[in-house]
Nanobody, 123 residues
Framework: VQLQASEGGLVQAGGSLRLSCATSGRTFSRYVTAWFRQAPGKEREFVAGISRGSWIMTRYGGAVKGRFTISRDNAKNTVDLQMNSLKPEDTAVYYC????????????????WGQGTQVTVSS
């Protein structure tokens, strides 16, 4: 199983950025996927998660609710994170991860992790 996050980047405060997580080596639609982030000196934080199957459920961390949107494309085996109204405090290394249950991801428990990608928001 491999998770590949797209390249992050540098963006000004108030701007937008979209991350994509591509998965391979498994039946993508059977698993839930989430994005996490970790800023320097801080613990890893749940950002957003999305369920599997045709009935889509999403969960968001409090710090990003209303600004970030997670979505999935089962045909492409990708999960995207659209980040709008970015703030300097959104600066972190972002990771995508998968598990069999969304609640597991919300609690930081994942079966597989992708490599991190740096997102930097300048003020």
């Amino acid at each position: 199983v491999q998770l590949q996050a797209s390249e992050g980047g540098l963006v000004q405060a108030g701007g937008s950025l979209r991350l994509s997580c591509a998965t391979s080596g498994r039946t993508f639609s059977r698993y839930v996927t989430a994005w996490f982030r970790q800023a320097p000196g801080k613990e890893r934080e749940f950002v957003a998660g999305i369920s599997r199957g045709s009935w889509i459920m999403t969960r968001y961390g409090g710090a990003v609710k209303g600004r970030f949107t997670i979505s999935r494309d089962n045909a492409k085996n990708t999960v995207d994170l659209q980040m709008n109204s970015l703030k300097p405090e959104d600066t972190a290394v972002y990771y995508c991860a998968t598990a069999s249950a969304l609640d597991s991801l919300v609690n930081g428990l994942a079966d597989y992790w992708g490599q991190g990608t740096q997102v930097t928001v300048s003020s």
